[in-house]
Structure formats: structure tokens, C-alpha cells
């Protein structure tokens, strides 16, 4: 049973908002299910669960989308990937990551669901951080050329399927050392860090190839910095196709933080980009969180529990004023992540061992087994903000009567 069928491809932009093809609002709210980016080229999980079983799962609690990291790396390799990680998908083994990577998008849109294909790394491992080298669209593996080339190769892959919707171009954007020199990103400024221009061209050559997918640029300091849009926004000779993404996590924050404060330094750092109707202003583009997350194994981290071994009141602190935000400014959202263990990963800049495969994924929201939900009432807070408040056409939009 297709539980997602009533989002009508391709969307587009309208002011801030996200619409499909009758010019409804689509709310993007949706999980990450990550591992193709990883040391195996490899999503995880599909050694415990069929794929066609997890997307069905998904869509059953009526998310919209699903984020699809990958690597570069992974794109390029031609051997078969271990069978062990396809023990619950073996008409798959024998296959390469990329075909492993096909099979589950195709899974998950038979289901509904919009895929979200994003260039999580350049080379291979676990993200983020400053020491890793990928923190740009180029280093000294991976000339710019490989990476415009490798989007050019996904949007000519999946043309045919109305689903895979958007692209999210370059995860996290943060410092990166090339060649002996610390580089780090900047907006519209015309150097060779510059993220805005690079959005702009690799953008406007994916719609030579299809014309109908939304660009997802996310900002600087690993996604947290928008302000950089309000001067020199990503124009594309597409207009109606650009969003904006943020990431956002506890220790983006001071501890103990409130709610007026955080609201506020979250506008100014993007949240601006949405308008602000009180005050006269037309939102510029859509703004997708598209990833935050919290350890699902306590509800302390919600603000549900006293501090406990395994969570504590500020991550409520954190929680309770990420919703409110969310709630109140009716923002499109995707959840880190939907994994509960981890794929292997190592830190692709010094080769350190971070994650084995099987490892606990702390903010998953299923079971180890790949099976059910983890915490009920994790999972019912996320679901009760997939419904859209506000935008054109939202009595009749996707979710909105569900």
C-alpha cells in the first residue's frame, strides 16, 4: 500500500514556501538514512531489514522525504559490496554501491516518498569536522571537475523518477586543508571558496539536464550561517528552485539557553530568509532544517525526565526551543537520523576509526533490529510536527488532513 501518494511532482519554490505541481504546499519533514557515504559505500540497516520494508515504515508515519547521503567515492566504485550488509536484501548481493543506492531510491519512492540525494563527503568515512579535508566541493583528490561531474551523473540518473525532487548539493561547509593551506568557505565573495557561486553553476547545470529539481544550498560553519544570502542570494536562471538549509544541534548553543535567545539568534542566522509577515516582509525562499537530532534513549534530552546517565536538561533546554521554532515559523524539517547503528566509518582525513558497522546510532529512531520504533514518544512529538500550519493550499495539502 503507497501510503504518500498525494504529492504531485515537480515542486517548486512560492515566496517561502514549497509547492508541487497543483501549487500546494509540500512540507518537507523526513529522516536521514545515511551509510552510502560511508567506508562501504553502503546505506546501513540492510543487513537487518528489506528496503522496500524500511520505506514502507517510513512512510507509514507519514514523513514526507528522505535524505540520502552519498560520496563521491562511492559513485566511482565498480566491485561488489560485502554480502554480510545484504543479508535482508539478497537480490542484491553481487551488486556495487551504486546499484545498492538505485534499488533503495527506488524503494522509497515506489512508497511515496520524496528522495533527497545530498553529497555528504568527497572521499569516503564519517562527517564532520575540521580535520576531515572535505570540507569544500574540491581538495587535492577531488578536482571541482569530479564533483560537478558526479551531479551531472545522479540528475541524469534519476530524470526519469518524478520523486527524487531536490538535490542537496554539498553537506556542511566548513574549513578544508588543500594543498598545505587551511582554506575556509565564503558567500558571494567571487573566491575560490566561494559556496554561493558554486551553488549557482553546479545548480544551473543540473536543470540543463532537468530543469525541475530544487537546489538545496546550505549555508557556512557546518550549515549554520545563512546571513551571507541576504546580500548576495544563490540566483539561478531557475528562480523558483532554490532553498536554503541549516543544520542545528545542541552544541551549536550555549548551554542553558532561552527560548526569546535562540529564536532569535536562529532568524538572524537564516531563519530571516523566511520573511516575517508582522513586519511586512515577503519570505525570500524555503528554509529546510535539514538535519538536527537528539539521543532518543532518554527523554531527558526532551525535557521529559530529570538528567539522567544517558541524557540531560540541557539538551531538553535545546529540544524544547528548536520546536517552539519549528512549530512557530511552520519550517520544513528532516530528522537525524532514522539509523539506528551506524555503517563503518573513519575520519576520511586521518583514517581514524570513529564507527564500526553495528554500532548504537544514539539519535536513531528504531529499534536496533531495524524493525520498529525506539522511543514512541520520541517518534509521536516528530509526527506531530509534520503537519503544515500555513501556505497555499495547506487545507488540502499532503498531510494536512491526516
Given at each position: 500500500?503507497?501510503?504518500?501518494?498525494?504529492?504531485?511532482?515537480?515542486l517548486?519554490?512560492?515566496?517561502?514556501?514549497?509547492?508541487?505541481?497543483?501549487?500546494?504546499?509540500?512540507r518537507?519533514?523526513?529522516?536521514?538514512?545515511?551509510?552510502?557515504?560511508?567506508?562501504?559505500?553502503l546505506?546501513?540497516?540492510?543487513?537487518?531489514?528489506n528496503?522496500?520494508?524500511?520505506?514502507?515504515?517510513v512512510?507509514?508515519?507519514?514523513?514526507?522525504?528522505?535524505?540520502?547521503p552519498?560520496?563521491l567515492w562511492?559513485?566511482?566504485?565498480t566491485?561488489?559490496?560485502?554480502?554480510?550488509y545484504?543479508?535482508?536484501?539478497?537480490?542484491?548481493?553481487?551488486?556495487?554501491?551504486m546499484?545498492?543506492?538505485?534499488?533503495?531510491?527506488?524503494?522509497?519512492?515506489?512508497?511515496?516518498?520524496?528522495?533527497?540525494?545530498?553529497?555528504h563527503?568527497?572521499?569516503?568515512?564519517?562527517?564532520c569536522?575540521?580535520?576531515?579535508?572535505n570540507?569544500?566541493?574540491?581538495?587535492e583528490?577531488?578536482?571541482?571537475?569530479?564533483?560537478?561531474?558526479?551531479?551531472?551523473?545522479i540528475?541524469?540518473?534519476?530524470?526519469?523518477?518524478?520523486?527524487?525532487?531536490?538535490?542537496?548539493?554539498k553537506?556542511?561547509?566548513?574549513?578544508?586543508?588543500?594543498?598545505?593551506?587551511v582554506?575556509?568557505?565564503?558567500?558571494?565573495?567571487?573566491?575560490d571558496?566561494?559556496?554561493?557561486?558554486?551553488?549557482?553553476?553546479?545548480?544551473?547545470?543540473?536543470?540543463?539536464?532537468n530543469?525541475?529539481?530544487?537546489?538545496i544550498?546550505?549555508?557556512?560553519?557546518?550549515?549554520?550561517d545563512?546571513?551571507g544570502?541576504?546580500?548576495?542570494?544563490?540566483?539561478?536562471?531557475?528562480?523558483d528552485?532554490?532553498?536554503?538549509?541549516?543544520?542545528?544541534?545542541s552544541?551549536?548553543?550555549?548551554?542553558?539557553?532561552?527560548?526569546?535567545?535562540?529564536?532569535?539568534?536562529?532568524?538572524?542566522?537564516?531563519?530571516?530568509?523566511?520573511?516575517?509577515?508582522?513586519?511586512g516582509l515577503d519570505?525570500?525562499?524555503p528554509?529546510?532544517?535539514?538535519?538536527f537530532?537528539?539521543d532518543?534513549?532518554?527523554?531527558?534530552?526532551?525535557?521529559?525526565?530529570p538528567?539522567?546517565q544517558?541524557?540531560?536538561?540541557?539538551n531538553?533546554?535545546?529540544?524544547?526551543?528548536?520546536?517552539?521554532?519549528?512549530?512557530?515559523?511552520?519550517?520544513?524539517?528532516?530528522?537525524?537520523?532514522?539509523?539506528?547503528?551506524?555503517?563503518?566509518?573513519?575520519?576520511?582525513?586521518?583514517?581514524?576509526?570513529?564507527?564500526?558497522?553495528?554500532?548504537?546510532?544514539p539519535?536513531?529512531?528504531?529499534?536496533?533490529?531495524w524493525?520498529?520504533?525506539?522511543?514512541?514518544?520520541?517518534?509521536?512529538?516528530?509526527?506531530s510536527?509534520?503537519?503544515?500550519?500555513?501556505?497555499?493550499?495547506?487545507d488540502?495539502?499532503?498531510?494536512?488532513?491526516?
Amino acid at each position: 500500500m503507497v501510503i504518500n501518494v498525494d504529492i504531485a511532482t515537480p515542486l517548486s519554490t512560492s515566496g517561502r514556501f514549497i509547492v508541487d505541481a497543483r501549487g500546494r504546499r509540500v512540507r518537507l519533514a523526513g529522516v536521514n538514512w545515511y551509510g552510502a557515504s560511508e567506508d562501504f559505500g553502503l546505506p546501513a540497516g540492510l543487513d537487518r531489514t528489506n528496503r522496500s520494508t524500511l520505506a514502507r515504515n517510513v512512510a507509514r508515519h507519514r514523513f514526507t522525504c528522505v535524505r540520502f547521503p552519498f560520496s563521491l567515492w562511492m559513485t566511482e566504485q565498480t566491485t561488489p559490496v560485502p554480502d554480510q550488509y545484504l543479508a535482508a536484501n539478497r537480490d542484491l548481493i553481487g551488486s556495487t554501491p551504486m546499484q545498492v543506492y538505485d534499488a533503495c531510491v527506488r524503494a522509497l519512492t515506489d512508497e511515496g516518498l520524496i528522495v533527497i540525494p545530498n553529497c555528504h563527503l568527497l572521499s569516503f568515512g564519517w562527517c564532520c569536522s575540521d580535520n576531515d579535508g572535505n570540507g569544500l566541493w574540491y581538495n587535492e583528490g577531488w578536482p571541482a571537475g569530479k564533483f560537478t561531474a558526479a551531479w551531472q551523473e545522479i540528475t541524469a540518473r534519476y530524470k526519469s523518477n518524478g520523486l527524487v525532487a531536490a538535490m542537496d548539493i554539498k553537506n556542511e561547509p566548513r574549513q578544508a586543508t588543500v594543498g598545505g593551506r587551511v582554506l575556509t568557505p565564503v558567500w558571494g565573495t567571487g573566491d575560490d571558496t566561494d559556496f554561493a557561486a558554486m551553488y549557482t553553476t553546479v545548480g544551473n547545470l543540473i536543470h540543463e539536464i532537468n530543469p525541475h529539481l530544487l537546489i538545496i544550498c546550505e549555508g557556512l560553519k557546518y550549515a549554520g550561517d545563512l546571513t551571507g544570502v541576504a546580500s548576495h542570494p544563490v540566483r539561478l536562471e531557475r528562480a523558483d528552485k532554490v532553498v536554503y538549509s541549516m543544520h542545528d544541534y545542541s552544541w551549536f548553543h550555549s548551554k542553558g539557553q532561552s527560548q526569546a535567545s535562540y529564536i532569535e539568534e536562529m532568524t538572524k542566522a537564516g531563519g530571516y530568509i523566511l520573511g516575517d509577515k508582522a513586519g511586512g516582509l515577503d519570505g525570500l525562499a524555503p528554509l529546510w532544517i535539514g538535519e538536527f537530532g537528539n539521543d532518543t534513549g532518554s527523554l531527558a534530552d526532551f525535557g521529559l525526565d530529570p538528567t539522567s546517565q544517558v541524557g540531560n536538561a540541557d539538551n531538553g533546554v535545546w529540544w524544547s526551543n528548536i520546536k517552539a521554532w519549528i512549530t512557530e515559523a511552520d519550517i520544513d524539517w528532516c530528522w537525524w537520523a532514522l539509523n539506528p547503528t551506524h555503517a563503518k566509518g573513519i575520519n576520511p582525513g586521518t583514517s581514524q576509526l570513529l564507527y564500526n558497522w553495528g554500532d548504537r546510532e544514539p539519535y536513531g529512531l528504531l529499534t536496533s533490529d531495524w524493525h520498529s520504533v525506539g522511543n514512541p514518544v520520541v517518534m509521536k512529538m516528530l509526527k506531530s510536527m509534520i503537519r503544515p500550519r500555513t501556505g497555499p493550499g495547506v487545507d488540502s495539502a499532503p498531510l494536512a488532513s491526516r
